[in-house]
T-cell receptor, first 114, second 116 residues
């Protein structure tokens, strides 16, 4: 069965500092991996996704993530945090093929300090 | 593109009444819709998967008679919370699966349900 682990339910960084949000997954087949951002009382916005091809994926708002199969990881990074990045971030995995359910990690709340 | 419109955004209802939440795909056909529930400061829990024209598939522990899902057309899926109780108060979010080159999932903006 698929699962997603996000290490660190709360991460706090200073404005301008590196953002690193960790995600590890387990899947019996090649996974599709996603990062979403959620602002309070809103739906989810896709930041980036990995399906096939290049393992370093660039997304919106300066975020990127690297799929590392050997480490079963898909960590999200941003070189310089902005105040507007403060939000909840979810890593998610779906299996390729017919199943296609999207399974979420527990989320990481990112705080950005001035 | 690929927008899912979810309504209402907020609803307050009395215990024992039913509430319907709608999700419409505005510029594409959604053959598969997912319904999630999110408790405060928690992750999204998948409730059910609905495919157009067929019965929804519910996750273990989700009462199908309480959470009625209808996906009668390629652009509309509804979730009806029947005989609502305060413990049903939550944030409900729908999601549509996108196929092809745009493979992924697009989400509605969510519905905050409060049962009093």
């Amino acid at each position: 069965a698929q699962s997603v682990t996000q290490l660190g339910s709360h991460v706090s960084v200073s404005e301008g500092a590196l953002v690193l949000l960790r995600c590890n997954y387990s899947s019996s087949v090649p996974p599709y991996l996603f990062w979403y951002v959620q602002y309070p009382n809103q739906g989810l916005q896709l930041l980036l996704k990995y399906t096939t091809g290049a393992t370093l994926v660039k997304g919106i708002n300066g975020f990127e993530a690297e799929f590392k199969k050997s480490e079963t990881s898909f960590h999200l990074t941003k070189p310089s945090a902005h105040m507007s990045d403060a939000a909840e971030y979810f890593c998610a995995v779906s299996e390729s093929g017919a199943t296609n359910k999207l399974i979420f990690g527990t989320g990481t709340l990112l705080a950005v300090q001035p | 593109g690929a927008v899912v419109s979810q309504h209402p955004s907020r609803v307050i209802c009395k215990s024992g009444t039913s509430v319907k939440i709608e999700c419409r795909s505005l510029d594409f056909q959604a053959t598969t819709m997912f319904w999630y529930r999110q408790f405060p400061k928690q992750s999204l829990m998948l409730m059910a998967t609905s495919n157009e024209g067929s019965k929804a598939t519910y996750e273990q522990g989700v009462e199908k008679d309480k959470f009625l899902i209808n996906h009668a057309s390629l652009t509309l899926s509804t979730l009806t919370v029947t005989s609502a109780h305060p413990e049903d108060s939550s944030f409900y979010i729908c999601s549509a699966r996108l196929l092809g080159a745009s493979y992924g999932y697009t989400f509605g903006s969510g519905t905050r349900l409060t049962v009093v």
